[in-house]
């Protein structure tokens, strides 16, 4: 079993609205990640949260913020976002992000607009 | 900056025939990669990866090639199918456990 899945599948917000993303796995995986793809393009690393502790932040502007609650749970909270945030936004995971362990699995997708 | 990149942007086959999606990396510390396929609509999902330590990995219907000397990898389709129609992208591990995506190949399958 190798399933992401990520509620919702889609989304559309107004610039003042607050949302939720959501993203679950039961793997055991201990490493989660966010990508941002826009269409035509490819998937742009966000976040990566290694045993539930944020490792990365690709700069990423503060209306974008993630939490991972436990091992099997990332969420990514949105808030006053703009028009140009509007993309497909991807959740991943890994075994771990150790040699052998960095292969990545990712899920549907939420596709987000922002009117 | 750190890229994995590819040659063609499209690539149209007829049915039966075999397709080859190529990628180009720059950076020689990269020693794991990933192919996935992307369909419309649909999240990537992993097709067959391959070490540094091997020039070769066959999966069904698919090998993929790595040449470290010039940096380069090739996904093989053999008897593509209409199923097969998706965007392509290669990936590449980078140090500090980072993948960064090639900009994909959208492969059109002809019925």
């Known amino acids: 079993d190798t399933e992401v899945t990520q509620t919702p599948k889609h989304l559309v917000m107004g610039m003042t609205n607050k949302k939720s993303l959501k993203c679950e796995q039961h793997m055991g995986h201990r490493a989660m990640y966010w990508y941002k793809q826009k269409a035509k393009k490819p998937p742009e690393l966000m976040f990566v949260y290694s045993y539930e502790k944020l490792s990365i932040n690709e700069s990423v502007p503060s209306r974008f913020s993630p939490e991972c609650p436990n091992s099997s749970l990332l969420n990514l909270h949105l808030h006053a976002l703009q028009p140009e945030d509007s993309a497909l936004y991807l959740c991943?995971?890994?075994?771990?992000?150790?040699?052998?362990?960095?292969?990545?699995?990712f899920g549907p997708g939420t596709r987000l607009l922002v009117l | 900056g750190e890229n994995v990149g590819l040659h063609l942007p499209t690539l149209s086959v007829q049915e039966g025939d075999n397709s080859i999606i190529n990628c180009a990396y720059s950076n020689s510390a990269s020693d794991y990669f990933i192919w996935y396929k992307q369909e419309s609509g649909k999240g990537p999902q992993f097709i067959i990866d391959i070490r540094s330590n091997m020039d070769k990995r066959q999966g069904q219907r698919v090998t993929v090639l790595l040449n470290k000397t010039v940096k380069h990898l090739s996904l093989q389709i053999a008897a593509t199918q209409p199923g097969d129609s998706a965007v392509y992208f290669c990936?590449?591990?980078?140090?500090?456990?980072?993948?960064?995506f090639g900009t994909g190949t959208s492969l059109t399958v002809i019925p």
């Open positions: 991943a995971s890994s075994l771990s992000q150790g040699q052998g362990e960095e292969t990545q699995y």
């Open positions: 990936a590449g591990l980078l140090p500090g456990n980072q993948f960064y």
